[in-house]
T-cell receptor
């Protein structure tokens, strides 16, 4: 079945710097890749997504890139702010229409 | 998108008892799911709640332990039966407005079993 690897598990970034989280997947048929942000005590919130017919998508300070050949996709957060501190999950749709989540990245924005 | 509410938001329960968690969506949705998230971990799919028929369970989860109801297109319940401390977790409801579309999550129910 589909497998999603997410790195790093923990990331500390100085406020104002950029953060990058990377994920790889195994099923070449996967065609939808959402990213979720989970703040403490809350459910995961969709922050950006990308489909396999697009290589990059941007929404203000957040961008996602997809390399289908290499089967990896990345989340980029620029000009990080304290409110960006959270756990981020990548995910992808598998062949059996099930969404598979990465193990998560705990992002700390340092003052 | 969809606005999802869950009740209760948290609970502390004694072992051997059962807890029913409710999930309400503000619009009709095609798919509803139940996930478990253990502390510091990722999300694990328990089952797909099917409207008008039995839920579809993932490997490692059974109906006797996690009975699920979905009486209509906006509401579902998950019961955690005969609880033990190992069931302490966050239980999350999620929905897809249409098949293959974005999945949205509720705020979760934080369960502690003593």
């Amino acid at each position: 079945g589909e497998n999603v690897e997410q790195h790093p598990s923990t990331l500390s970034v100085q406020e104002g710097d950029s953060a990058v989280i990377k994920c790889t997947y195994s099923d070449s048929a996967s065609n939808y890749f959402p990213w979720y942000k989970q703040e403490l005590g809350k459910g995961p919130q969709l922050i950006i997504d990308i489909r396999s017919n697009v290589g990059e998508k941007k929404d203000q300070r957040i961008a996602v890139t997809l390399n289908k050949t290499a089967k990896h996709f990345s989340l980029h957060i620029t000009e990080t702010q304290p409110e960006d501190s959270a756990v981020y999950f990548c995910a992808c749709w598998g062949r059996d229409d099930k969404i598979i989540f990465g193990k998560g990245t705990r992002l700390h924005i340092l003052p | 998108s969809a606005v999802i509410s869950q009740k209760p938001s948290r609970d502390i329960c004694q072992r051997g008892t059962s807890l029913t968690i409710q999930c309400q969506v503000d619009s009709q949705v095609t798919m509803m799911f139940w996930y478990r998230q253990q502390p510091g971990q990722s999300l694990t799919l328990i089952a797909t709640a099917n409207q008008g028929s039995e839920a579809t369970y993932e490997s490692g989860f059974v109906i006797d332990k996690f009975p699920i109801s979905r009486p209509n297109l906006t509401f579902s319940t998950l019961t955690v039966s005969n609880m033990s401390p190992e069931d302490s977790s966050i239980y999350l409801c999620s929905v897809e407005v249409a098949v293959g579309e974005t999945q949205y999550f509720g705020p979760g129910t934080r369960l502690l079993v003593l």
